[in-house]
Nanobody, 112 residues
Framework: QVQLVESGGGLVQPGGSLRLSCAAS????????MGWYRQAPGKQRELVAA???????NYGGSVKGRFTISRDNAKNTVYLQMNSLKPEDTAVYYC??????WGQGTQVTVSS
């Protein structure tokens, strides 16, 4: 079973950028769906972005045009480039494989 480890979270000012990484313990070539979700305190977990093995992407409405998901099968890694960050982007960000396997999460805090 693949294991996922997220990294790249931290504290950033509004308008800033971060790049999250999700490193898998084995090849993700055969994994159809890789995604990023987030959960803020008191709120449900929500889709941020997802990418399929054929390169199709899907984004949550609040991040369209600001966030970009990509996958590098050669490095067994999925990335989430986050630009123009807002305080409402503050949450724990989770990586998932097929919405079946989840990482431990990485905290993103957007604050001045």
């Amino acid at each position: 079973q693949v294991q996922l480890v997220e990294s790249g979270g931290g504290l950033v000012q509004p308008g800033g950028s971060l790049r999250l990484s999700c490193a898998a313990s084995r090849s993700i070539f055969s994994i159809y769906y890789m995604g990023w979700y987030r959960q803020a305190p008191g709120k449900q977990r929500e889709l941020v972005a997802a990418v399929t093995s054929d390169g199709s992407t899907n984004y949550g409405g609040s991040v369209k045009g600001r966030f970009t998901i990509s996958r590098d099968n050669a490095k067994n890694t999925v990335y989430l480039q986050m630009n123009s960050l807002k305080p409402e982007d503050t949450a724990v960000y989770y990586c998932t494989a097929d919405e079946n396997i989840w990482g431990q999460g990485t905290q993103v805090t957007v604050s001045s």
